[in-house]
């Protein structure tokens, strides 16, 4: 048996960054950069305020307090957007909105709770003098031209996966259309005579096809553009015709058919369609899978080939499929996140290999504690459903016991917990 890491070693060798396309900054949420980008302009472009309050020179606060305001003329207003032509000079003000530029001359912005100016509306006096009630200092709530970022600056790197945030950076840049890495086509085919398509009636022995979905719906999730092509039925010639309609997908993904029984057929086809090893990985669930490259006329494309049981495909893709699609999105970081947690059950490893155990992971007075889900059959999807994670009993590890520290790779962190 290969240890999990000399597999996904061995894939991702097969795998590069896709090519880049422009697409429009409201369709590029979730997507992965292309480009590095720097900004053509200040943000902010100009020094502006950070307040509701009034533009002075800090000079003309001095010594000001509730009991003796220092009383200033005030010689305008000014909105956010706009730009006035009047000049501060000491003894003089400009009522200031937030965000707006900062007049020519003044140092400081001191805010209207510092002031009397409620108590003049109170009064019904006019607004043509604010009482100053405290002293500011230069640069009091004035924000810099360029204090979030400056012209020229890098402000994203390509590969950086575009978050709302980083899109609301892009669209403070202006750009409309940002060059994004295409999401990879990731064919994914079924194999077995027992599979029912979901949209068919149940036959008495046969069961529907869920990997096929499920696989799809993690696809979408990493960011790649599943293609469904259907159940091959358990003979060479369908299954070989099924995979010839993968020839124009990034990446094909199989399940079932790799292991030894006498319908494990896939391993022949691929052989006669191309190169394919196979591999029996140190991980439960998950043990069997195929890897391999399919020739076709003008490219070759990588074959996973997952087993059949629904919880081994589900686990089996999180630990390849997802960095592959990473990699081909041009994303760097593959790992889950994975917390160290206490284990709240007895876990047995019988057979030395790396078990990834269904939990919940919850919290408990700022600790994280993982409980099992129930039965850990490979078969048991409804464990999955359960589960926020995987519990990892290393390979050398024959017994985790109750209370024991582990490791947890997380399948919805930052969901509740």
């Known amino acids: 048996m290969i240890s999990v890491e000399n597999a996904l070693e061995k894939i991702l060798n097969h795998f590069n960054v896709l090519e880049a396309e422009e697409e429009l900054l409201t369709d590029c949420l979730g997507r992965v950069l292309a480009e590095d980008v720097h900004s053509t302009i200040d943000i902010p472009p100009l020094d502006n305020s950070a307040m509701d309050g009034y533009a002075i020179q800090a000079v003309s606060t001095e ?48 805010q209207f709770e510092h002031t009397d100016e409620e108590k003049r509306r109170a009064l019904g006096q006019p607004l043509n003098e604010i009482g100053i009630l405290r002293e500011v200092e230069k640069g009091s709530n004035i924000r810099k031209a360029g204090e979030d970022i400056a012209k020229g600056d890098l402000v994203l790197k390509a590969g950086t996966y575009l978050r709302p945030q980083e899109i609301g950076v892009l669209a403070s840049l202006g750009r409309e259309v940002v060059s994004v890495t295409r999401q990879p086509t990731v064919a994914i085919l079924a194999t077995g005579d027992e599979l029912v398509d979901i949209k068919e009636s149940l036959p008495v022995g046969k069961i529907y096809n869920s990997n096929s979905y499920s696989i ?40 079932a058919g790799v292991s030894v029984g006498q319908y494990d057929i896939v391993k022949e086809v691929l052989s006669r369609m191309g190169a394919v090893d196979f591999w029996t990985v140190c991980m439960k669930p998950g043990k069997p899978l195929a890897f391999g490259l399919l020739r076709f006329k003008n490219k070759e494309i990588p074959h996973i080939g997952f087993p059949g049981n629904p919880v081994s495909s589900m686990i089996t893709f999180e630990q390849f499929a997802r960095p592959a699609i990473f990699k081909m999105l041009g994303r760097t970081n593959f790992d889950h996140v994975t917390i160290t947690a206490k284990s709240e059950d007895r876990v047995v490893n019988t057979d030395g290999r790396r078990i990834y155990t269904r939990v919940r992971v919850h919290k408990d007075n700022g600790r994280f504690l993982a409980r099992l889900v129930g039965p850990q059959g490979s078969g048991i999807l409804t464990s999955m459903v359960r589960a926020n994670g995987l519990m990892i009993v290393p390979e050398n590890t024959p017994t985790v016991e109750k209370g024991e520290e582990v490791q947890v790779q997380m399948f919805d962190w930052g969901e509740e917990i």
């Open 216 to 255: 799809a719906a993690q696809v979408i999730r990493y960011g790649g553009i599943p293609k469904m092509l259907g159940i091959a039925r358990d003979n060479i010639q369908d299954l070989e015709a099924k995979m010839k309609k993968a020839k124009d997908a990034d990446l094909l993904i199989t399940s």
């Open 63 to 110: 010594e000001a307090t509730k009991n003796y305001p220092n009383i200033l003329r005030v010689i305008g207003e000014l909105a956010a957007g706009y730009i006035t032509k009047e000049e501060i000079t000491p003894g003089y003000a400009i009522r200031i909105m937030t965000g707006a530029p900062i007049p020519k001359g003044a140092d400081a912005v001191v």
